[in-house]
Structures are given as C-alpha cells and as structure tokens.
C-alpha cells in the first residue's frame, strides 16, 4: 500500500476495524467510516519519519463523533513505530482500538463488555432530585522494566489513575458533558516522573501533578508507565 495514495490512513483503518471483527461503512465520499453503533472515526496524518533503513515512527489523530451523544467530535493522538510506514501505522491504529476505541463502544451502550464503572451522584436544583455520572474505565497499559523490589500497596487496576487524579475533575464530573479522557503517568530508574492527561483531546493539566504524585508512590521497577482511557457520561436512562 503507497502511503502517498489518497485515503492511506483510512485504509489502515480499515484493516484495524476487520481485524476487531467491527461492521462499518465508509461515509464522506471515504474520508470517514461509521460503525454499526453510529460512531463516526475519522484519521488524520500528523507526522511519519524515517529513523532508519526499517525503522518508521509516526504521529496520526483520530477523531471520534456519535450524532446523538457527542455530536462534537473528540479526537485522540496515536504514536507508533513500526518497520515501514504501513507498519507504524497499523500499530498505532491497533492500540488505539484496543484501549480508546472499546471505551467508546462500551459508552454508547448501557451493557457493558470491556470496562469497569465508578458512579458518582449529584443533587439538582431541586432538592429532591438527583442525577447520576458514571465513570467507565477502560482496559489499561502497564509497562515494567523488571519485577518490583517491592509489593504495591495497593496494586494497579483500573480505578487507580483516576481515583488518584480525582479532584481535578470535580468540575467536569458535574458538568451534563461527555468526556473521553487520556491518562499517562510514567517514573524513569531514576525515580523522575512525568504525567500527560488530555480531556477529549485537548491538554488538561489540572490532573499532571497528581498523577505525578501517584507515580512517585510506585515500587522501584525501573522505567515503568501505566495508561488508560477513560470515559465519562450521564447515566443513560434505561439503567434508571
């Protein structure tokens, strides 16, 4: 496949949705494709460099709509590497799909198949009423360079990135909005940590210290990074 072909990256994706066994069709003349449960993706290139003769790195977005949840689409970054263009790609399409892309099925239905759920509850104007948000954690990414020299107090799972960054969220958790979240934390063998946390693809530092202090609590396994998708919405009323 020549990546200087007209819809290369869409052909990617393509590949990636079969091999997740995902109906779709192809929308806007073959800019975009839409899934069975109306999700809308659409990929865009950002960057492919050539580090060396069979090394590839690459930088694509893929923006993400739903015509009655999220009309405004949301968008996410996929970096990869691979031994050519098609491979780096493929890679980076394949993870996003495996951790963004599952979140996004599960929060546009009321069964859910791959995540985990928080729900939290807010009180209305009026006194009596309340309405609910619910948190669904997505499948997470762990990297360790060796075994831990020591047990976790509490071990990774999937409520842990968030639970540990929640108060910077206070505001978006009661807002009505719906909200795919990126969490990134990661501590060097040196013991230096670094967060990333994005809100519907857009930077949201409110949450990078915390979770850089999350890390900091981490057992000494050499270069580690924990990462995860998350979804926030309104409980969808068929679960009322």
């Not at 405004?72 to 050519?84: A, K």
């Not at 599960?106 to 807010?122: M, R």
């Not at 949450?207 to 981490?218: D, H, R, S, T």
């Amino acid at each position: 496949m020549d990546p200087s072909a007209p819809f290369f990256l869409q052909q990617v994706l393509h590949e990636t949705l079969r091999s997740q066994r995902l109906e779709f069709q192809v929308t806007d003349s073959g800019r975009s494709v839409t899934l069975s449960n109306g999700l809308r993706l659409e990929p865009f290139l950002m960057a492919c460099e050539q580090a060396s003769r069979h090394h590839f790195q690459s930088t694509s977005v893929i923006e993400v709509s739903h015509p009655r949840l999220f009309p405004n689409p949301l968008f996410e970054y996929q970096h990869s590497s691979g031994t050519s263009q098609h491979d780096a790609f493929s890679k980076g399409f394949a993870n996003w799909a495996n951790m963004d892309l599952v979140t996004l099925i599960d929060a546009c239905q009321t069964t859910l198949e791959h995540c985990a759920i928080l729900e939290v509850s807010y009180a209305t104007d009026d006194d009596e009423a309340v309405y609910r948000r619910q948190v669904l954690l997505g499948p997470m990414a762990h990297f360790q360079q060796h075994p831990p020299r020591a047990l976790e107090e509490h071990a990774f799972c999937p409520c842990c990135l968030f639970s540990n960054s929640m108060p910077a969220f206070s505001d978006l958790l009661q807002s009505r909005d719906f909200l795919g979240v990126r969490f990134y934390a990661s501590r060097d063998a040196d013991g230096h940590c670094e967060a990333d946390c994005r809100v519907n693809g857009h930077d949201f530092p409110a949450a990078v210290q915390l979770l850089c202090e999350y890390a900091k609590l981490w057992p000494d396994a050499g270069m580690e990074f924990r990462k995860q998708y998350v979804v926030i919405r309104n409980k969808p009323m068929l679960l009322e």
